[in-house]
Structure formats: structure tokens, C-alpha cells
């Protein structure tokens, strides 16, 4: 699940005069989509690796990718605008970009506190498997982390896991207990574009015969009080995600892309000494969310 892009492709990107993004609301706005579409597929084998993403991300057995856009990040520079179109210009191939958060930019930072909840997005300690807003009657249907900078000390591999395959692994009691609408996690506030709260929520929602959300953050365990039943359930399935899981480490300028209906994610803990290092050459990734046109076929 790891696309690397064309040396022709990645040649012609360089110079490509993508404009500034506009929102409407909280998503892309429509001109600025339809506008880095034609721009980006003037440029050769751009249509290509489009299919290629699209199909990794919602073809059979796929769920994920990781686009490889290193060397692109290297001569324009991973902070730069320029950079930053373009990575929107292929999120926007694979669906609508938008902000959840009113108060955030399109893309938001995550990067290293050490006196953070090291559990959180921007923690030093694990962050154990989850779904992006698992308690959004909508949550989005993509969730997307473009590596800025790796942990310089080799720690905060990403971790991700096939929920379906999962929960397959599972007994058909465990599975009734997470049909059932008893598990609750977080708060909900102001958010666009994400629907309602909801809570209580089950974990398989509507997800039993394979298909569905599975509505599941392991941090429910810690954090939220669960009946007895409902709770060894849910640690079953985060131990079976375990199991199945894989990982790597995100290089700069690699953009990993999570189709929310089929894969979970994490991240292991960051390696120890991160006090040590300068805020500005710890790890760095930038989060943006992903909305699916209606009836497309991702949210299987
Ligand atoms: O730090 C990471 O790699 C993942 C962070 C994450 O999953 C989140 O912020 O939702
Ligand atoms: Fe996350």
C-alpha cells in the first residue's frame, strides 16, 4: 500500500502553479478542487497513480496508503504552501477535505509535548488503536497524516489494523456484546461537517457481516466506565487488533491515508528523551480529514 509517485510525475509537480486553497465552510471549496483536478492531470502519469490511491484505499483487501512524496517534500520543502497544495491536490482525489474543528486551519499540526497526556495526538506515549471522532454519528470517512519530520530518537511508528479482520476473530458472544448500543467515549463540541454526538454508540455499528463502522478506541478502556460484559468485550477486539497489526515508520513527506470503514490506527510511544530535543527537530506530522461524496462506494 505504499505509492511512490513517478519520476516524470514528480518532475512536472514542482513547478505546478496550484493557487491558494479556499474553503466553503468547513470543506475545500468546489472551484479550488476542480481547479488543482486540472491542473494535476495535465501533469503525465498524475491520473495513474490517482487510480492507484483510490484503489488502495477502496479496493478489495485494500483500506490504507502511504504516498510516498519525499523527494517532492525535499526540493520544495515540507512546510512550504506549495508542498502543501499539493499534497491537498491528491487527498482531493481520494475525497473532500475538511475541518471539523472551526477553529483550525484545513490541516492541523500534531506535534510533541512532553507534559501532555502522552496517550493524546500529541503525547510522547502510545496512542493505542482508534477511529479519528468515534463518537460523531458521521465521522469522517478518511482520516490522513503527512509526515513532516519522524521522531529523530526512531520512536512513534504508526500502527495500523484491519478492523473487519478483527473483529472476524472474535466469538459470536464478544460480537453480540459489541452490537449492543453500550460504549461511550470523549466529549463533543462544535464540530462541522461530523454530524451529531453520539453516545451511547455501539462498536459494531452495523458492521457484523463485514461491512460498517467499527466504532472502537481502545482509550475507552481506560477512560470511560463500562459495564463489566461490555468492557471484556471491547478488550477482546483491541487485543485482536493488536494482533493484526502492522507498522512503519513515516518518513518525511510520506501522506498516510486511513479509509476510517475498514482500517484502525495508532501510533507507539515516541522513544524516551524527547525532553532533550529542541521543540523544532522533534516529530512533526500534519492531520487533515477526508469526506466521501455520497454513494461512492467507500463506505464499505
Ligand atoms: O501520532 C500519530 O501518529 C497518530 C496521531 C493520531 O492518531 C491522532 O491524532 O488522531
Ligand atoms: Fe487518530
Not at 513547478?15 to 481547479?35: H, N, Q, V
Not at 517532492?72 to 481520494?94: I, N
Request: proline share 6%.
Amino acid at each position: 500500500m505504499f505509492i511512490d509517485i513517478p519520476s516524470e510525475l514528480e518532475a512536472s509537480l514542482i513547478g505546478l502553479p496550484l493557487p491558494a486553497w479556499k474553503l466553503d465552510g468547513s470543506f475545500l471549496a468546489e472551484s479550488t478542487m476542480e481547479r488543482y483536478r486540472t491542473e494535476l492531470t495535465a501533469a503525465p502519469r498524475f491520473e495513474e497513480t490517482a487510480v492507484r490511491l483510490r484503489h488502495a484505499l477502496t479496493g478489495e483487501g485494500g483500506g490504507y496508503a502511504v504516498l510516498r512524496l519525499g523527494s517532492l517534500a525535499k526540493v520544495l520543502g515540507t512546510g512550504d504552501d506549495r508542498f502543501l497544495r499539493l499534497v491537498t491536490g491528491f487527498a482531493a482525489e481520494a475525497a473532500v477535505p475538511f475541518s471539523p474543528f472551526p477553529l483550525w486551519p484545513l490541516w492541523k499540526d500534531i506535534g510533541v509535548k512532553v507534559d501532555k497526556d502522552p496517550g493524546r495526538a500529541s503525547g510522547i506515549g502510545y496512542n493505542a488503536f482508534h477511529m479519528d471522532l468515534v463518537n460523531a454519528t458521521l465521522p469522517p470517512d478518511y482520516t490522513t497524516l503527512l509526515c513532516v519530520r519522524h521522531d529523530p530518537l526512531g520512536g512513534g511508528l504508526s500502527i495500523l489494523s484491519d478492523a473487519h479482520a478483527a473483529v472476524a476473530r472474535l466469538s459470536e458472544d464478544s460480537r453480540t456484546l459489541l452490537a449492543e448500543t453500550a460504549y461511550h467515549y470523549g466529549n463533543f463540541f462544535d464540530l462541522f461537517g461530523v454530524g451529531e454526538e453520539y453516545t451511547p454508540f455501539p462498536i459494531l455499528d452495523g458492521a457484523d457481516r463485514g461491512e460498517g463502522l467499527v466504532r472502537f478506541t481502545a482509550k475507552m478502556l481506560e477512560r470511560s466506565q463500562l459495564g463489566q460484559a461490555h468492557a471484556d468485550a471491547a478488550r477482546e477486539l483491541a487485543e485482536e487488533l493488536v494482533r493484526g497489526q502492522l507498522s512503519f515508520m513515516l518518513q518525511p513527506g510520506d501522506y498516510l491515508i486511513v479509509n476510517q470503514h475498514r482500517f484502525l490506527h495508532g501510533r507507539k510511544a515516541l522513544h524516551t528523551g524527547q525532553e532533550t530535543l529542541p521543540v523544532a527537530d522533534r516529530r512533526l506530522l500534519l492531520q487533515l480529514f477526508l469526506r466521501a461524496p455520497a454513494g461512492d462506494g467507500s463506505a464499505t
